[in-house]
């Protein structure tokens, strides 16, 4: 066989090769996991993109606020403790493969929303407040904070949901298993029972 019909051989057995990975790849599901991992990932990102925004926030919103209610300490030291918490836990990469990080991290959020809803409460006690334009402003970043915080994380529950039904299925399971790709926490409220009672109004 001459030089260059050896050349030639080579590079089609290469190229059937590279064909068959490619075909190997698609076929067992592994670059759709890849694929889902990284949707995960970039909405895993927003959301703490606008939870770390919330959190720029508070001491511009506690520090106005002390000026106006400084008998109610107890509170703003409860939204003060909160924002601290969110700060110890790492959101690290980590916290989306591990169900009880994340359980921690998802927690230390709530405490900070229960934190500042009972700071709005506080504020409708003060007209004076109510209507100084610095908090205004500042209650309505917060209120489209609160907004964003809720779409990011719809986001990623979507995100999750399709990638635990990738790595779920025949045949990416064994792909998945394979390459060590489980499925993803979620977010879920905490108090479920609590919150499936009907709401009681009083005036």
Known sequence: MSQGNLFSARRSILILIAGFFLFLTNSCGYNTIQV???????????????????????????????????????????????????????????????????????????????ALSRLMVVVEKYPDLKSNQNFLDLQAQLEGTENRIAVARNRYIQAVEEYNVTVRTFPNVITAKIFGYGVKPNFTVENEKEISKPPQVQF
């Open 36 to 114: 889902e991992d990284e949707k995960v990932k970039a909405a895993w990102s927003e959301v703490l993109n606008v939870y770390q925004r919330r959190a720029d926030l508070i001491p511009n919103l506690v520090n106005t606020v002390k000026g106006y209610a400084a008998q109610e300490k107890e509170v703003l030291t409860e939204v003060t403790k909160a924002r601290a918490s969110v700060g110890s836990v790492q959101a690290t990469p980590e916290v989306l493969n591990n169900p009880e990080l994340f359980a921690k991290f998802n927690q230390a959020q709530g405490q900070m929303t229960s």
